[in-house]
């Protein structure tokens, strides 16, 4: 399995962009996708994910400001982010497991550059 991510850039803050992340199979053999980012100098943090069924949340620092979603047609999640701040600043990598538990097979993209500055 394949998950490309894309879709990073410099954008100031307050901006929005979109990442995509291209599963290379049907996204419906996973349980649970979503992203962690990794800020320089930090630990990796969970974002967001969303769940088969729809299911989705975010982490509360981006809560009101970033939407996961999932398209099974396109075997793609996005992450929607707007009003961009400085701290989020980060390399954002999407994941794909195949169960709930942390053990069941993951999938890991290789990451996309996200930088908000102005």
């Known amino acids: 399995v394949q998950l490309q991510a894309s879709g990073g850039g410099l954008v100031p803050p307050g901006g929005s962009l979109r990442l995509s992340c291209a599963a290379s199979?049907?996204?419906?053999?996973?349980?649970?996708m979503g992203w962690y980012r990794q800020a320089p100098g930090k630990q990796t943090e969970w974002v967001a994910g969303?769940?088969?069924?729809?299911?989705?949340s975010v982490t509360d620092s981006v809560k009101g400001r970033f939407t996961i979603s999932r398209d099974s047609a396109k075997n793609t999640v996005y992450l929607q982010m707007n009003s961009l701040k400085p701290e989020d600043t980060a390399v954002y990598y999407c994941?794909?497991?195949?169960?709930?538990?942390?053990?069941?097979?993951?999938?890991w993209g290789q990451g996309t550059l996200v930088t908000v500055s102005s």
């Open positions: 969303t769940m088969s069924g729809d299911s989705t």
């Open positions: 199979e049907s996204i419906l053999g996973f349980v649970i």
């Open positions: 994941y794909a497991r195949r169960g709930r538990s942390e053990t069941a097979s993951s999938f």
